[in-house]
T-cell receptor, first 111, second 112 residues
Framework: DAGVTQSPTHLIKTRGQQVTLRCSPK?????VSWYQQALGQGPQFIFQ???????QRGNFPDRFSGHQFPNYSSELNVNALLLGDSALYLC??????????FGPGTRLTVT | QKEVEQDPGPLSVPEGAIVSLNCTYS??????FMWYRQYSRKGPELLMY????GNKEDGRFTAQVDKSSKYISLFIRDSQPSDSATYLC????????????FGGGTRVLVKP
């Protein structure tokens, strides 16, 4: 049973650029959430997608946007990158009655 | 003040000892409580998932929730060097969606 997968593993971008991260949920899961984890801190909730709609959103600016596809996979887009956006970006999937299962993350470095 | 507080550690124990971890929280709406293990530069791995107050046991792991005190605990029996990792508590209010609020994590080191 394939778990949550994310791509790419690592990414280096320059300030002002745009980035797209991708996630495939665990088999049987229909809900995808994205989290940002700075070094030495717990993950912070960005937003959640269910039935191709954004269901909940955390305290992140509009530069952060996302999308969910009919096969439940998801993308996270970040525009106008700032140095402070450097972090581990985690995708998590779930279904009703389950906990959140996380992928390995994408490490984004903004220079 | 953060919604979920967790001692950052590090917590160092000898192999075979019991590891005791805890979190306190301020939001009384939280109903679902989770513990995750995270190895360096990896994604968090779900260890325990509990609803409301009470105890839950799974192998060497025991999770306790005391909603009246807004306090949750994780105990790891017979600790092994492979248990060395950062342990994160997380919780949600169970409303539509599973938005999780995390503690900052406790780093645990089990010495052989």
């Amino acid at each position: 049973d394939a778990g949550v997968t994310q791509s790419p593993t690592h990414l280096i971008k320059t300030r002002g650029q745009q980035v797209t991260l991708r996630c495939s949920p665990k088999s049987g899961h229909d809900t995808v959430s994205w989290y940002q984890q700075a070094l030495g801190q717990g993950p912070q909730f960005i937003f959640q997608y269910y039935e191709e709609e954004e269901r909940q959103r955390g305290n992140f600016p509009d530069r952060f946007s996302g999308h969910q596809f009919p096969n439940y996979s998801s993308e996270l887009n970040v525009n106008a990158l700032l140095l402070g956006d450097s972090a581990l970006y985690l995708c998590a999937s779930s279904s009703s009655g389950t906990g959140e299962y996380f992928g390995p993350g994408t490490r984004l470095t903004v220079t | 003040q953060k919604e979920v507080e967790q001692d950052p550690g590090p917590l160092s124990v000898p192999e075979g000892a019991i590891v005791s971890l805890n979190c306190t929280y301020s939001n009384s709406a939280f109903q679902y409580f989770m513990w995750y293990r995270q190895y360096s530069r990896k994604g968090p791995e779900l260890l325990m998932y509990t609803y409301s107050s009470g105890n839950k046991e799974d192998g060497r792991f025991t999770a306790q929730v005391d909603k009246s005190s807004k306090y949750i605990s994780l105990f790891i029996r017979d600790s092994q060097p492979s248990d060395s990792a950062t342990y994160l508590c997380a919780m949600s209010d169970g409303a539509a969606g599973n938005k999780l609020t995390f503690g900052g994590g406790t780093r645990v080191l089990v010495k052989p």
